[in-house]
């Protein structure tokens, strides 16, 4: 009996499961080696010892809870408890099954328990559970319809968000088959898919059009062959997903880029694309027609000579960096030097250049265009000197010149004596060879970097610049003008080939000399001191040389006194506004140009001409141009209430130094709104001469406020020095015809021609033409016969006070152009 005692205890002992008894105190009174192991403890320091004495109190409480559930049981008792792995830190799971221990008399004796360990059950338990919970999310947020079928066809299973999406509701799918269910060719198109996962264990692309009620949805097939057993027919998972919003956006990619294709073939330009190895990708037929397909060609694939190479490489260079260039160069194009304004611009996907775009225009005829006009506009056409505009410009640089540098300059103003003794006695076409003569002389007898003009008739203009490095200056300009008058008075040989007729002639010349040096003084009042100093040479008796004298200075003590009363006139405000009518072809009034008038209380009327260059110097100006907008928006506000002027347009003449002034824009659109005059009806006269700074600033200024409706003329059009290049981008409504140009249209070839070209330059940019000045009608037929729609002169009506100007508009309303000219 002891040898079987021993060989349980021996067998307890070694058993591979913990194996513990407790006395029905709670006390342990065996443990095994693998009871001890796993509560990492010997058994001399288990026995006799309780839970608390072992465990923390969170799991001694579970555990003596556990042996007061077995003891109420009285029999049998499982529980699962997680305990200190004490090998390695972490926790294990065991599943403890409980008895009670009953000696003979049936009474309770102790507590048996035998332990598993199913932490790893436990852990593969809890990964599938977590695999379950995956599926199951991601079946919720599938958003494909998922079905199982058998290779027949058969639906076997269905999971879905979108009911809507499906042909038939899940209940009614199972069972049957898909062409049971679906339209024929759809059907197929299953059948097909089903196949080829059979064969090839998935199938993907898949595509069919269906009708459901209320739209017609685009669906794709994803098939993949599900494992089954040997004794199942072949079972499928078929994803079906709703592709019909990207079969829209296909559909609408292919008609953008059928669009764009017709627009990019069509277009009046070179365009192209490029990779980013410089493969060209893309072209219209433009390209083709001018160098021949280009489509898989780099740059130095072409016929591009080694400068235009090397340009073509640096500018591609900058734009696969990210930049976009705009350039003008010149090209062979079939033959022909052509001139091209090319544009290139990187192409971006998602922030990533992916290659270039170009469009080159063909830009020949525009600068041949451009040529001319500057040529009309800046240059006299007999002698080809630079005419009286381009005159005071240069005169202008010469002055800030001379006050930059501290250097004197001189002016000088040359007129032939006798000359219309000359023109009355052999003609007009003598007097243009003597003036043709005397240009080339003027040239030969000045250094580089001086300006040779005609001032216009028999007056010529030499500006000298830095006469002081050869010491006294008024000494050089002495020197200068009289080597001129030197070369003038040699004679000329004028003849007129047609008649044989040959003149020697000899010219003689008054010249006036102005000396400057940049400070307080303008062009203009330079150039009068020099014809005073003309005048004062032929009253010398001609054939002489005079300089200004300063006794001449009156006139500047005229100016500091008019200074004064012009700063006095705005503070009392001395001003009114005329009206000058601006008519349409049909000779209805569409509006009129606001002219400032000054009332002197002592001189009477003051014209502009005496005090806006004056007020512009003085910044006099800014107040002065507020009051003239405030008064022009005023009157609007009050033509805008009647039915028969609400249409009217009032232009005002806006000078640089307002227009410049930081707070122009804020202070227009507030006076648009506190007078409620409509900002349609104002039009801002701007002049040429606010084009030569900062084009890019009165660019922005004027879009800024074309953005509110308010409308820009560019004033005596033709007058100034602005390239055509910034006319095309400034946000004008009309170009305005100087006067200068219409006074002589009808005689003057030069101004004829101007005319004709401003006409023709406002029509191809859909800008209106409006002709200042029209006195007479043949003007105005004249004018009419170019393509100019809108006038405006002295042949409609003078500048008129506002009662008399609306009481001009109630005569003459519904009179035609014919009945005015009357």
């Given at each position: 009996?002891?040898?079987?005692?021993?060989?349980?205890?021996?067998?307890?002992?070694?058993?591979?499961?913990?194996?513990?008894?407790?006395?029905?105190?709670?006390?342990?009174?065996?443990?095994?080696?693998?009871?001890?192991?796993?509560?990492?403890?010997?058994?001399?320091?288990?026995?006799?010892?309780?839970?608390?004495?072992?465990f923390g109190s969170e799991l001694a409480a579970r555990m003596k809870a556990c042996d007061d559930r077995l003891l109420a049981d009285g029999e049998h008792h499982a529980c699962e408890f997680v305990l200190p792995d004490f090998r390695d830190g972490g926790e294990r799971c065991y599943w403890i099954v409980r008895q009670v221990l009953r000696n003979?008399?049936?009474?309770?004796?102790?507590?048996?328990?035998?332990?598993?360990?199913?932490?790893?059950?436990?852990?593969?338990?809890?990964?599938?559970?977590?695999?379950?919970?995956?599926?199951?999310?991601?079946?919720?947020?599938?958003?494909?319809?998922?079905?199982?079928?058998?290779?027949?066809?058969?639906?076997?299973?269905?999971?879905t968000q979108q009911a809507v999406l499906?042909?038939?509701?899940?209940?009614?799918?199972?069972?049957?088959?898909?062409?049971?269910?679906?339209?024929?060719?759809?059907?197929?198109?299953?059948?097909?898919?089903?196949?080829?996962?059979?064969?090839?264990?998935?199938?993907?692309?898949?595509?069919?059009?269906?009708?459901?009620?209320?739209?017609?949805?685009?669906f794709e097939l994803s098939v993949a062959q599900k494992v089954s057993g040997d004794d199942h027919l072949p079972h499928f998972i078929v994803l079906s997903r709703d592709i019909t919003d990207r079969k829209n956006a296909e559909h609408a990619l292919r008609?953008?880029?059928?669009?764009?294709?017709?627009?990019?073939?069509?277009?009046?330009?070179?365009?192209?694309?490029?990779?980013?190895?410089?493969?060209?990708?893309?072209?219209?037929?433009?390209?083709?027609?001018?160098?021949?397909?280009?489509?898989?060609?780099?740059?130095?694939?072409?016929?591009?000579?080694?400068?235009?190479m090397a340009l073509w490489q640096q500018n591609n260079q900058r734009v696969y960096a990210g930049e976009v260039v705009e350039a003008e160069v010149d090209y062979w194009v079939k033959g022909q030097r052509r001139v091209f304004n090319n544009v290139i611009a990187p192409i971006k996907v998602d922030g990533q250049i992916i290659g270039i775009v170009g469009f080159n225009q063909d830009i020949t005829d525009r600068k041949r265009n451009e040529e001319e006009i500057h040529r009309l506009a800046f240059y006299d056409p007999l002698t080809h000197l630079p005419n009286r505009r381009l005159m005071f410009d240069r005169l202008d640089h010469a002055l800030v010149g001379s006050a930059r540098r501290q250097r004197h300059g001189a002016l000088l103003l040359i007129d032939l004596d006798h000359f219309k003794f000359l023109n009355d006695t052999h003609g007009h076409e003598i007097g243009d060879r003597l003036l043709v003569e005397v240009a080339q002389r003027l040239k030969s007898c000045i250094r580089q970097g001086d300006t040779a003009a005609r001032l216009g008739g028999d007056e010529f203009v030499v500006i000298l610049e830095d006469i002081d490095g050869a010491g006294d200056s008024s000494a050089q300009a002495e020197l200068i003008a009289e080597n001129i008058q030197g070369a003038l008075n040699h004679p000329f040989h004028l003849a007129r080939r047609a008649e044989g007729f040959s003149l020697d002639y000899h010219c003689a010349s008054s010249i006036g000399i102005a000396l400057f040096n940049g400070a307080g003084i303008t062009a203009e009042e330079l150039?009068?001191?020099?014809?005073?100093?003309?005048?004062?040479?032929?009253?010398?008796?001609?054939?002489?040389?005079?300089?200004?004298?300063?006794?001449?200075?009156?006139?500047?003590?005229?100016?500091?006194?008019?200074?004064?009363?012009?700063?006095?006139?705005?503070?009392?405000?001395?001003?009114?506004?005329?009206?000058?009518?601006?008519?349409?072809?049909?000779?209805?009034?569409?509006g009129s140009e606001a002219l400032l008038r000054w009332a002197h209380p002592a001189h009477g009327m003051i014209p502009p001409a005496r005090f806006i260059s004056l007020a512009e110097e003085t910044g006099m100006i800014i107040p002065l141009g507020r009051w003239v907008l405030a008064t022009a928006c005023r009157q609007l506000a009050r033509w805008s209430q009647r039915p028969e002027t609400a249409a009217l347009t009032l232009a005002v003449n806006i000078s640089a130094r307002q227009f410049r002034h930081p707070g122009f824009v804020d202070e227009l659109r507030h006076l648009l709104a506190r007078t409620g005059a409509p900002a349609g009806c104002l039009k801002l006269e701007l002049t040429e001469s606010m084009l030569l700074d900062d084009i890019e600033s009165i660019i922005g200024r004027m879009d800024e406020l074309k953005g509110i409706g308010i409308r820009f003329s560019l004033d005596d059009f033709g007058t100034g020095y602005s390239s055509?290049?910034?006319?095309?981008?400034?946000?004008?409504?009309?170009?305005?015809?100087?006067?200068?140009?219409?006074?002589?249209?009808?005689?003057?070839?030069?101004?004829?021609?101007?005319?004709e070209t401003i006409v023709a330059l406002g029509n191809s940019l859909g800008l209106e033409v409006i002709a200042e000045g029209v006195e007479t009608d043949d003007q105005r037929r004249f004018l009419a016969d170019l393509g100019c729609r809108n006038y405006q002169g002295y042949l409609f009506s003078q500048p008129l006070p506002l009662p008399e100007f609306e009481a001009f508009l109630h005569a003459g309303a519904g009179w035609s152009v014919d009945r005015q000219a009357q």
């Open positions: 009996m002891a040898d079987a005692t021993i060989s349980r205890e021996v067998l307890l002992e070694k058993l591979a499961a913990p194996v513990f008894v407790k006395n029905p105190d709670g006390v342990y009174r065996y443990a095994n080696e693998m009871a001890c192991l796993m509560f990492g403890r010997p058994g001399s320091e288990i026995i006799g010892r309780s839970d608390r004495q072992l003979a008399e049936g009474q309770v004796v102790g507590l048996s328990s035998v332990a598993t360990d199913i932490t790893e059950r436990k852990r593969q338990e809890g990964e599938l559970v977590a695999l379950k919970n995956k599926f199951a999310a991601t079946l919720q947020a599938l958003p494909d319809l998922m079905f199982e079928l058998d290779i027949e066809g058969r639906y076997l299973d269905c999971h499906l042909a038939a509701m899940p209940d009614n799918l199972i069972g049957r088959t898909v062409h049971e269910v679906l339209p024929p060719d759809v059907a197929d198109t299953c059948i097909r898919a089903l196949h080829e996962a059979l064969d090839n264990g998935i199938s993907t692309g898949q595509q069919f059009q269906l009708a459901l009620p209320g739209s017609t949805r685009w008609e953008s880029e059928s669009l764009m294709r017709a627009i990019v073939d069509n277009t009046p330009v070179e365009f192209w694309a490029r990779d980013m190895e410089g493969r060209c990708i893309m072209e219209n037929a433009l390209i083709v027609e001018h160098w021949g397909s280009l489509l898989g060609k780099r740059p130095q694939d072409t016929d591009l000579d080694p400068e235009e150039l009068r001191r020099a014809d005073t100093a003309m005048y004062q040479a032929k009253a010398a008796g001609r054939n002489t040389l005079c300089f200004f004298d300063p006794a001449m200075q009156a006139a500047v003590t005229q100016r500091a006194a008019l200074e004064v009363d012009l700063r006095k006139a705005i503070d009392e405000e001395q001003f009114h506004l005329s009206y000058q009518v601006q008519m349409d072809e049909s000779g209805r009034p569409t055509l290049a910034y006319l095309k981008r400034l946000p004008l409504n009309q170009l305005k015809i100087d006067q200068s140009f219409v006074r002589d249209v009808l005689t003057d070839p030069s101004d004829a021609a101007i005319a």
